[in-house]
C-alpha cells in the first residue's frame, strides 16, 4: 500500500462523522463489517399491491432498494451459479444442472471464496448453491466455505406424499400443499430448521472478532407450496386477482412459450387434465396457486423476521434477493423457465452501516452483487473487469455503489442487463422447460432497459458454445411505458424499428465474450 493510498484512507475516515458519509463510508470499509446474504428460492418481485410482506418492506425502507433487478437465468443452478461467480451463464457454459464450472470452464474464484480468502470465516446455510453437480455435490466445499455446507434433514421429503388433499382424502405430492407442521416427517420443515441453524450460527459469533460472511437460503415460495397452513388465512381468497392477460398472446413466439411441466406433474394439477402445451389453468386454480404462493411468501417473510432479530446491523451488511421470479398465469405462463419480466424480476436490497436510504430504479443485474460487496467490504479494489474466460478473478456484473448513494439518477446514462433462457425446439416440448446441454439448439438472449424488453432467439451450438445472430427464431419487443405486463409483441410495429435495431446491435455486443477453456 503507498503512502498516497493510506493518506487517502485516513482522510476519507476523518470524513465518516460529517454528511458526506453516503460513499466515504462504503470506501472506508476496512473496518471489516461481516456479511449476512439472504437467498430466497424463486420469490419473484412483489409488491405491496400484491401481498404484504412487512419485513422485506421494512428493509426495503431502511435500505438500499433496486426496483428492477433481474437474474441471468430462469432457472436456480445457473443463475445462482452466475450470481456466486460474477460471470454470466455463457461464461460458466451451464445453462441446466449439470456441470461444475471449475472442471468444465475454469477455477474461478466465487464470492464466498474471495472472503475466505481475506480472512472471513464463510458458512452456508440451506440453499445457496444448487446442490448436486453444478456444486461438485459438496456446494463447492471447500472452496467457498470455511464449514461444511448445512442442509437441512427435511429436504428429503421436499416431494413426498405428504400434501392431504381435500378430494382424495389421501396424502399426495401436490402442489398446493398447506400442512399442519407437526404432522410432517420429523415434525418441522427445511425452513424452519434453516432458520434454527442459522439463529445459532449469529449467536455464536457474538462476542468473535474475526469477520463472517453467513449465507442462508430459504427454499420456500419454490414449488411445491409447502408451507404451516395458517398462512392461508393471512391471504383471503377473495383478496385474491388474477393475472390481467391470462392467455397466450396471439404476437408470442411459440419459441417463448413454455409448458410449465413441472406444475402439471403435480397430482392436483394433473387431474385437472389441461391440454399439452399450450392449456391454460382453470380461472379458480389459477387463484388458488396465486392465494398458496402468496402464503408460502409470508411464510419465509416471517422466517427472516426472526433471522434479523439476531444481526448486529451497526457492523453487518445484509443482502437479500432471490434466483429469479415465478409466472403467476401471466401470458398463460407459470413458474420459471422464460425471459419475460415476471421470471426474471427479483427482489434486491442491501442494508449497509452508516448508508441512508434509497430507491433505485435503473435495471440491474444478480452478476452485480459480487461487486458490490467486493467494494462495501474493501476486497474489490483490484480485481478486473472480465475480458476474457481464463481470468481466475474478474467480474462480468458492475459495483452499485454508484447508484446506491446517488441523490438523482442520472437519467443520460443508459442502463441495461441481459438475460438468456435456453430451448431444444420452436415447439414446446416435454423438455423445453429444462433442456439438457446437449438438447439445445436455440438461445433466447434478452435485454432489458428502462423501458423495453427485447429478445431474440438465435441458432446456439451446443458444442462450440457458438450463437448465430443470423438465424432467428423468433423476435420479441415489449414497451414497458405502454405495457408492463408484457402482452403486446410490437416487435414489427413501423414506430419501433430503429429501438428494435438499437437494442438488437447492444444485445448481440453485449453477448460476445470469447468462451475459451480456463
Known sequence: MTSITIFLNVLLLSLTTTNIQARN???????????????????????????????????????????????????????????????????????????????????????????????????SVGKIFHPGASSNFSDDFPYSWTEEPYHPTTDKYKDAAVCKDKITNKLQKNLICPVDVISQPDHTLPDLQTLDYAVNILQERRNKSRPFLLAVGFHKPHIPLKYPQEYLDRVPIDKIRPPKHPNLPKTMPTVAWHPWTDVRHRDDIARLNISFPFGTMPHEWTLKIIQ???????????????????????????????????????????AKYSNFDVALKVPLIFLIPGTKPNTISFPVELIDIFPTLAEITGLGEDIPKCTKNTDILCFEGKSLLDLATQTENDTDEEYFVISQYPRPSVYPTKNSDKPKLKNIKIMGYSIRTNNYRYTEWVSFNHTLFTKDWNKLYGLELYDHTTDPYEAYNVVSKRKYRRIRKHLSKLLSATCTIPLTRG
Not at 448486529?312 to 437479500?320: G, I, Q
Request: some cysteine; hydrophobic content about 40%.
Open 292 to 334: 398458496s404462493y402468496y402464503a408460502a411468501a409470508i411464510y419465509v417473510d416471517d422466517l427472516i423476521e426472526s433471522l434479523m432479530q439476531h444481526v448486529d446491523l451497526k457492523n453487518t451488511v445484509v443482502v437479500l434477493t432471490s434466483d429469479h421470479g415465478w409466472s403467476l398465469g401471466e401470458n398463460g405462463l407459470w
Open 25 to 123: 463510508n462504503l470506501n472506508t470499509n476496512k473496518l471489516r463489517e461481516n456479511v449476512l446474504l439472504i437467498i430466497i428460492d424463486d420469490l419473484r418481485h412483489l409488491t405491496g399491491k400484491n401481498v404484504k410482506l412487512p419485513t422485506i418492506e421494512k428493509m426495503a425502507a431502511n435500505g438500499i432498494t433496486f426496483e428492477n433487478a433481474f437474474a441471468q437465468q430462469a432457472l436456480c443452478a445457473p443463475s445462482r451459479n452466475s450470481m456466486l461467480t460474477g460471470r454470466r451463464p455463457d461464461s460458466l457454459r451451464l445453462y441446466d444442472f449439470y456441470s461444475y464450472w471449475r472442471d468444465s470452464v475454469g477455477n474461478f474464484t466465487t464470492l464466498p471464496q474471495l472472503f475466505k480468502q481475506n480472512g472471513y470465516d464463510t458458512y
